[in-house]
Each structure stands twice: as structure tokens, then as C-alpha cells.
């Protein structure tokens, strides 16, 4: 996950403006939508704070959210500037048509030119489900290939079935051009405890379009390593979680306040 610090001399409105990053991305959707979307809760009805009669719908919602997400993490050795990192560069993904993972773009090694024969120190991968359960164990890197990529998103392709067959579900998927929600809608956050993933039911505070990386700031700040896991509106998987932002006074320290950006899905072009 990215963080993000901004010091301020005097209390005020914020804008926060990024530099513009080139998208090499335009995806498109491959395959039809087979999956049936987890049934919303009333917008009216906060996830967050349900009265008892919901308590047990948005549960299942969430178990069906988190049936979904994994953590994945490369082993080796890894350059951090003039270091070498022995610990291994993780994140959280979303499965998404049995074979695919939508992830984050910013781990310590280019996925984007990882391969059987350029394996950049990797010696394999491990997966974990969201309660923390170890799914595979130092992989091969060859299992998977990256099949697209942006400034923010990365799209992992294992191949047909291949999730299917270890049993965890896929989400559906959404891309931004068939987005209707709004700000102030509620939507669902991957974060994590450090040992498992959980969901944070938060608000949509501003959704820009108009940026190379088109994204939604969400009032809720998460941990790190929950950098890539998924964001869901109404069941799909809409956005993968991109940076947090902490405002400080720039004089006193005085905490000020933080927020998350999340990278909304482009139409997924998955490759051959």
C-alpha cells in the first residue's frame, strides 16, 4: 500500500492532486458475466451499523465477499534501493472467472516481467485465503503470467479453472464505464489484521474520472499489506485498494485526518 503524508501549516479544504501517470490499459471484458451478483442490502441500510434484522444478510455478504480474496507472496531476494529483501513482496488479490487475480501494480518486483526464465530473484509464491490458511506453497513463478496491466491494477492469468480447482470462489466483476454508484454510497473494503482479511463496510467520499488513474476516495484507512485487495459495491469487485493519505499539521504533528484511494477497474481485456 502506498502512504501517502501531507502536511498542512493552517486547517483548511484540502485538493489533493496527483501527478498524471500514462495508462497503458484499455481493457476488455473476455468472457460473459456467469456469476450471480451477492444480493445488496438497501442503500438505506448501513452495513456498517446494522440493526439486528440485517445483521445476519450482510454477514453473508461478507463470507461471500471474503470467499474471493487471497494474499499472495513472492519469495527471494529482492533489491530495495541498495538492500537486498529477504522477506518477500505480498499483497491482496480478488479472484476473479476461476483463473484470474486482480491485484495491485506496485510490488517491489515487475510482475509484468516475471517469467520461468527471468524470475528476478523469485524463487516461487505462496497463497493464503482470507482467514489465513496457507492454499499453496512456493509455487512456481511460471504458474501464472501477467496478462495486463496499468499504472495502479495488475491482472494475473493462472490459466482456465485453475481457482476452481483449489475451491475459492471468483467475484463478479464491474468496470467503471457500468458504474452507477454514487458518492455516499456504502461499499465493502479488503483489510487486514495481519493474519487475516476482513470487511470494512465504508462510505465513498469523491469518485474522479477524470485522472489517469480514475479512482474512488473512501473515508477509511486501512493496513498495510491490504494494498490490492478488492473493493465491492452490491457484490461486484470494482476497484482494488491503490494508497492511503494521512493529513497532518505541518507545525504540530497534529493528526488531521486520513482517507483511501482505490483504483477503479477499466473494462478487462484479459489477454488470449
Known amino acids: 500500500m502506498k502512504r501517502i503524508f501531507l502536511f498542512f501549516i493552517v486547517m483548511g479544504f484540502v485538493s489533493i492532486h496527483f501527478p498524471k501517470v500514462p495508462s497503458s490499459l484499455w481493457w476488455q471484458q473476455a468472457h460473459p458475466q456467469t456469476h450471480k451478483p451477492i444480493e445488496a442490502a438497501k442503500e438505506s441500510i448501513s452495513r456498517s451499523r446494522p440493526l439486528p434484522p440485517q445483521q445476519q444478510r450482510c454477514a453473508v455478504q461478507e463470507q461471500a465477499i471474503l470467499a ?11 533489491q530495495q534501493g541498495q538492500h537486498t529483501d529477504f522477506r518477500g513482496s505480498f499483497g491482496h488479490a480478488t479472484v476473479v472467472n476461476g483463473r484470474y487475480l486482480i491485484t495491485h501494480n506496485h510490488f517491489s518486483i515487475d510482475l509484468t516481467a ?11 509464491f505462496s497463497l493464503y485465503n482470507a482467514a489465513g490458511q496457507r492454499i499453496l506453497h512456493n509455487a512456481p513463478v511460471g504458474t501464472f503470467q501477467a496478462s495486463a496491466h496499468n499504472a495502479e491494477t495488475l491482472i494475473l492469468d493462472f490459466g482456465e479453472n485453475y481457482f476452481n480447482d483449489l475451491e475459492i470462489m471468483s467475484a463478479p466483476f464491474k468496470s467503471v464505464e457500468a458504474l452507477t454508484l454514487t458518492v455516499g454510497s456504502e461499499v465493502g473494503q479488503i483489510d487486514w489484521d495481519g493474519q487475516q482479511a476482513y470487511v470494512v463496510w465504508t462510505t465513498v467520499t469523491e469518485i474522479v474520472q ?17 494494498s490490492g485487495g478488492g473493493i465491492f459495491w452490491n457484490g461486484y469487485h470494482i476497484a482494488n485498494s491503490w494508497a492511503d493519505v494521512t493529513i497532518k499539521n505541518a507545525r504540530t504533528g497534529e493528526f488531521l485526518g486520513s482517507f ?3 483504483a477503479l477497474n477499466d473494462q478487462i481485456n484479459h489477454g488470449p
Do not use: W
Open 210 to 226: 477524470d485522472h489517469a488513474t480514475p479512482h474512488l476516495v473512501l473515508d477509511n484507512y486501512v493496513m498495510p499489506g491490504a
Open 260 to 262: 483511501s484511494l482505490a
Open 114 to 124: 516475471l517469467s520461468a526464465s527471468n524470475p528476478q530473484g523469485v524463487t516461487g
Open 68 to 78: 474471493s480474496v487471497v494474499r499472495i507472496v513472492f519469495h527471494g531476494q529482492f
